[in-house]
């Protein structure tokens, strides 16, 4: 496999569940990402890893939980869930450290999940 | 504050048009870089181009074109001769080093381009 992979692609979830969304970037990036894509609002910034270590946490509510065991892979923890929390979370890498100006991000397919 | 507008929200064309997607943003700083990306219906953001504030030459490759001006603030990105498979949502983005600890990326919101036969 190449580039980013994301799985799974699509997940439907009760408020009560818990289940993990899994990235894993096959580029050698040293930085990881994920995002949040809701209609008709700008792409929105969740966490950032730098060399497995979090350097980001953009005011998530807890229910989100990301894990980054290593620098190829990035899960995100979800866990009583609401509907606003429909949307598209994408996951990306970057070659750079997060916080290079100008590093170049490579994005994953997404996991579209929708709250019921 | 740091700001990117995508103004066409939607555009539909024709197969074989040109089609100019604009981008306009605002900065305080001299340094910065600018993105274009690519995100077809399967949901990936594919990326197209980066370029630096100091690198104004404009850019081809392919069908594609990009025109940064800095004296308006835009980096506008054309299709020639457009195609089908070119319909997507269009991302510009913008690499500022005033956009905090992890210089995030400001994003607009897209410009959605239908290519029709």
């Known amino acids: 496999e190449t580039g980013v992979t994301q799985t799974p692609r699509h997940l439907v979830m009760g408020m009560t569940n818990k289940k993990s969304l899994k990235c894993e970037q096959h580029l050698g990036h040293n930085a990881m990402y994920w995002y949040k894509q809701s209609a008709k609002k700008p792409l929105e910034l969740m966490f950032v890893?730098?060399?497995?270590?979090?350097?980001e946490n953009n005011s998530v509510p807890s229910r989100f939980s990301p894990e980054c065991p290593n620098s190829s892979h990035l899960f995100l923890h979800l866990h009583t869930l609401q509907p606003e929390d429909s949307a598209l979370y994408l996951c990306a890498s970057s070659q750079d450290p997060a916080g290079e100006l100008g590093e170049t991000q490579y994005f994953g397919p997404g996991t579209r999940l929708l709250v019921l | 504050a740091q700001k990117v507008t995508q103004a066409q929200t939607e555009i539909s064309v024709v197969e074989k048009e040109d089609v100019t997607l604009d981008c306009v943003y605002e900065t305080r700083d001299t340094t910065y870089y600018l993105f274009w990306y690519k995100q077809p219906p399967s949901g990936e953001l594919v990326f197209l181009i980066r370029?630096?504030?100091?690198d104004e030459q404009n850019e081809i490759s392919g069908r594609y074109s990009w025109n940064f001006q800095k004296s308006t603030s835009s980096f506008n990105f054309t299709i020639t001769a457009s195609q089908v498979v070119d319909s997507a949502v269009y991302f510009c983005?913008?690499?500022?080093?005033?956009?905090?600890?992890?210089?995030?990326?400001?994003w607009g919101l897209g410009t959605s381009l239908a290519v029709n036969p």
């Open positions: 370029r630096n504030s100091f």
């Open positions: 983005a913008l690499s500022d080093p005033n956009a905090g600890n992890n210089r995030k990326l400001i």
């Open positions: 890893y730098n060399f497995k270590e979090q350097t």
